[in-house]
């Protein structure tokens, strides 16, 4: 592991002259790639998740990315080009569950996010501190043990474990 950069205060990084830039511009990376589309020639660009990023910056010398799972209107908008799709395909099964559909949504989402800042923290991992301590769904972007203890520490409801652990059980 890397040796840690970390600063809460301006002024306190003289060894790091641009820590806090730095720090902001990693926001912006993962709020971008949090709302990123997949493009390619002739292709309809496609939202790879419903995750609404709110705002993105620097705080206290940590990333901070405000953002919702599934959010509403991103869902909805995905629900209609789902029924859209299958209309379009002639699907003659039975119209799908919204439900179950919101659910769907939420799930890769977590899987999304928790991609997104382990990508981060690879891409810079010194900052590894500052990427992931203030993280909106902080068990989301640790290990399973993590967020296995939090549970058994009455941290993280039982609802949200049994969502955490469908996301983490095919990464770790």
Known sequence: ????????GWGS?????TYFEDIGRIAEWI?????AQETGFNRVPQQMSTIAVEQCKEKFGAVRVYCSLASEAKVQ???RLHLKERRIA?????KPNKLEFVRLREIEDMRWYRKIYRGAVSLWPHYMSA???DADFPYLVGTVADAEAAHV???ISKRDWDKYRIVMRDQE
Do not use: C, F
């Open 131 to 133: 990427i992931i301590d």
């Open 90 to 94: 002639g699907s003659m099964s039975p």
């Open 77 to 79: 908008t995905a629900w």
């Open 31 to 35: 709020a971008w790639a949090l709302e």
């Open 1 to 8: 592991m890397s040796q840690q950069v970390r600063y809460y």
């Open 153 to 155: 520490k009455g941290s």
């Open 13 to 17: 990084n003289k060894d790091h002259p």
